[in-house]
């Protein structure tokens, strides 16, 4: 089963780069045809896909998000990150990290999420 676990600094001040990094265990991120995405939820408001990065290094983004977001891997760690610039308050959210057998299958595993708070 795969578990994933979100890293990174809970406060961001406006204007800088919010960076967090998932860390992987009980499957490769090399796997076939596997999608690791980036989700987040604001207080009070619904989910929000961010992007994803698939098992051959691909991603794609969120059209609302592209300017501003970049995620990457570290395959000899297991892990992706996610970077999203010129944050302000309006980023403030729990973010997750999550995986799917194939993109589009469906999230098949979340991570526990992490808030991160913008703020000066």
């Known amino acids: 089963q795969v578990q994933l676990q979100e890293s990174g600094p809970g406060l961001v001040k406006p204007s800088q780069t919010l960076s967090l990094t998932c860390t992987v265990s009980?499957?490769?991120?090399?796997?076939?045809?596997?999608?690791w995405s980036w989700i987040r939820q604001p207080s009070g408001k619904g989910l929000e896909w961010m992007g994803v990065i698939a098992y051959d290094g691909s991603t794609y983004y969120s059209p609302s998000l592209k300017s501003r977001t970049s995620i990457s891997r570290d395959t000899s760690k297991n892990q992706f990150s996610l970077q999203l610039s010129y944050v302000t308050p309006d980023d403030t959210a729990v973010y997750y990290c999550t995986s799917e057998p194939a993109w589009g299958y469906g999230m098949d595993s979340w991570g526990k999420g992490t808030l991160v708070t913008v703020s000066s």
């Open positions: 009980g499957a490769s991120i090399t796997t076939s045809y596997y999608a």
